[in-house]
Each structure stands twice: as C-alpha cells, then as structure tokens.
C-alpha cells in the first residue's frame, strides 16, 4: 500500500501549473505586451429594479443608464424584481449571513452570482413613503443570505423617482442608501433622484433621464 499522502499527490501539480504560469507571465513581459483580456475586461454592472411599472419613471432612468453605460461597453445584467419571484426573508438564520445558501429557492438564487461577481451593482427604485419600493427592498434584505460575499469593495448607484419635490423628499432614502453602502464597503458612485417624476411622461420632461445616461456612461469604464 502506497504511504503517500494526499498533499504528496497534489502539489507536484501544482508545481507544474505555477511553473507554466510563470513562463508565460515570462513571455508576456519579453514581449512587451499588456495582458490584453485584463486590461480590456469590461466593467459588469448588475442592475435591480423595485418598480411594476415597465413604462414608468424609475425604468425610463434606469432604461438611460443602460444606454449609457453600454455605450461604453459596460456588460450589464437586469433584475427587475416586481417580475421575479423574491421571498421575503424571514430572519431564520439558517444561512448564518453567508455560510450557507438560503432556504427560500427563488430567483434570488439566479440574482446572487451576478450580485457576488459584478464591479457595481445599481439600486432603481420609485419613492414609496419616502423609502425603498417593497419590491427592492426584499431582495436588500435577502442580501442578508449572501452577506459575508457582498462585503467586500464594490461601487454602487441608486436612481430613483419621486412624485414631489421637496428639499425633504428623498432625504430619508439617501440616509438609508448611504447607511447601507456604508457598511457594506461599497462606494457610492453617484445617483439619480428625480423629482417631478411621478410619470413616465412627467420624467421625460425634466433633465434626469439625460443625468442617468450621462452617469451610466461615466461610471460604465473601469
Ligand atoms: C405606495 C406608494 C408610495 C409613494 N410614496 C411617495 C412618496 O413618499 N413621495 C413621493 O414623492 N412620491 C411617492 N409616490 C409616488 C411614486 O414615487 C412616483 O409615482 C414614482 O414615479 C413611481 O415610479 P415608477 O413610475 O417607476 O413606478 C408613491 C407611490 C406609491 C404607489
């Protein structure tokens, strides 16, 4: 019976993988070239939305900073939650924030690689009593089950629409938003909050779709 152990066996591969890797890290830089697929890889932005409106205010921004980021080849991936099937989380602690996956199997679980492996995830909400949409604001809580992977540096946006336009209107959903990005580590990357904007037709004619192209198309690049 062999005595090797398992460690034995596995790191003369890894020897061999490090040894290649190096060789052609060797080679790259004999060749006075950048690694082109690093350099060139495009920014990924996961974009979710809390409207039901899929001709209203907060999709028209939300619409205009795809457009934008596109533009400047950013890969973007939409969960407009209203249309998906979100449970809300009922605090069991069964995933003990990140150790183990959710029991709720819903598209959450279609949502979550895109959350863990994007540059900068977009928060695009209408303005329901001065917060969050229900509809958004279950997937944030459902962050909980993936808190652990989510921590950690990340850009972010929020757009939103409001019917008002108070100085107070979106005062409450800033502190929230900034609060969260807080302590997640995130980094806010600046935001869209219309006011004026309780329609689609009554956002079309203010300057806030324009902001949300302009900013999809600043923050779209690495
Ligand atoms: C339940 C509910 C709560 C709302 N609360 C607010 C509010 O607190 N302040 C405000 O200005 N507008 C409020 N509105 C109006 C919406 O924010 C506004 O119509 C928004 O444009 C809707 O965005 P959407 O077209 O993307 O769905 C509320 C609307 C609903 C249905």
Known sequence: MSTQNVSDLVHPIRFVERR??????????????LPVAAASA??????????????????LLTDEFIR?????????????????????????DHCGLGSSPCVYRDDMFELNPHLIDCDLVVLSTPLYYFGFSAQLKLVIDRFYAINSQLHSPRQTVLLAAAWNNNDWTYTALESHYETLVRYMGWTDMGRVVATDSGTRGMCESTEFPQMAYELGKKVGTR
């Open 20 to 33: 290649k890797l190096l060789q052609s890290a060797a080679a790259v830089a004999a060749a006075g070239v």
């Open 42 to 59: 495009p920014k990924k932005i996961t974009v979710v939305t809390g409207s039901t409106h899929r001709r209203g205010a907060s999709f």
């Open 68 to 92: 934008g980021a596109k533009e400047v080849g950013a890969e973007i991936y939409r969960f407009d939650a209203a249309f998906k099937r979100v449970t809300a989380c009922s605090g069991c």
